[in-house]
């Protein structure tokens, strides 16, 4: 995770995978993915920053609740969850 501050920041989301997901199909699934999440805990989040994800090895194949899990791990340890927050789980695989 990294994060873009600036006068025009206000929490948008950036994506990105490389050839080392897998191939393109491998690539899509994993920014969807990833794009889901901060859409489901975007209200956990706070602050005027941009925030760009890449997309590692096993993101495809772990479970839903471990990515959101990590997102919000991550959002804490970057000081921009806005509170101490029940993970949602509105979606599963």
Do not use: Y
């Amino acid at each position: 995770m990294w994060l873009r501050e600036g006068n025009d920041a206000s929490l948008r989301l950036g994506v990105a995978a490389g050839r080392t997901i897998g191939g393109a199909v491998q690539r899509n699934r994993a920014k969807r993915r990833l794009r889901e999440v901060f859409r489901l805990n975007r209200h956990c989040l706070r602050g005027n920053c941009d925030i760009v994800l890449m997309a590692r090895g096993r993101l495809n194949q772990a479970p839903w609740g471990e990515v959101q899990s990590e997102l919000i791990q991550l959002a804490g340890r970057a000081g921009i969850l806005a509170e101490k927050s029940v993970v949602s789980s509105q979606k599963t695989e």
